[in-house]
């Protein structure tokens, strides 16, 4: 087996992983984290005293084929 190729499983986790990493970081460095509430789907600003701010929400759904048809 070639050791340059990785599976779909392997990069999920390694993505994952960086950014939990990441938001570890950015947590020690007292900064705001932004994450997608996927209950709410809307966009969340979290600061390093617990307190959440809504900065956005979610504006397509379904397929572009279908936002497409809907507009002409």
């Known amino acids: 087996m070639n050791m340059d190729n990785i599976t779909d499983k392997q990069v999920m986790k390694r993505a994952n992983a960086a950014v939990e990493l ?11 984290v932004i994450v997608y509430d996927r209950k709410k789907q809307v966009i969340v600003k979290r600061n390093s005293d617990g307190t959440e701010t809504e900065v956005g929400k979610r504006l397509r759904k379904g397929r572009y084929s279908e936002r497409i048809a809907k507009k002409s």
């Not at 990441?22 to 705001?32: H, M, T």
């Open 22 to 32: 990441e938001i570890k970081r950015l947590k020690v460095l007292d900064a705001p």
